[in-house]
C-alpha cells in the first residue's frame, strides 16, 4: 500500500514555509524595517490564518494522510514556531510614565 500525499497538504507546507521566511527576513531587518511592529502583526495574523486552514484540513483529511505527509506539515510548523522567540525578543513594551 502506499502512502496517501495530496497537493493540498504540499501547499500548506508551502504556505508555511513562505511565512517561516517572512519572519525570518523581519527578523534579521528588525532595526532596519520602516514599521517592524507593524509588519510583526501582519504576520502573526497570517500565521493564526494559517494555523487555522491547518486544522481544517486535518480536519477534512486528516485520516486520509500518510505519516510522513503527516510529519512534514507538523515538522514545518514546529520550524515556524521557532522562530517567534526571536521576534519576541526584538520586541519591546513601550513604558507608559504617569506624572
Known sequence: ???????E??????KIFELSGEISK???GWN???????RAHELMNKG??????????EQRIGS????QQKKNI???M??????????KNKIKPTELTTS
Open 26 to 28: 523581519l527578523n534579521w
Open 1 to 7: 500500500m502506499t502512502e496517501y500525499f495530496d497537493e
Open 32 to 38: 532596519n524595517h520602516p514599521e517592524p511592529i507593524r
Open 48 to 57: 493564526q490564518k494559517l494555523y487555522v486552514e491547518i486544522s481544517e484540513y
Open 9 to 14: 497538504g504540499l501547499l500548506k507546507v508551502i
Open 64 to 67: 486520509k494522510l500518510g505519516m
Open 78 to 87: 514546529e520550524e515556524m514556531g521557532k522562530l517567534i522567540p526571536y521576534m
Open 74 to 76: 507538523e515538522d514545518a
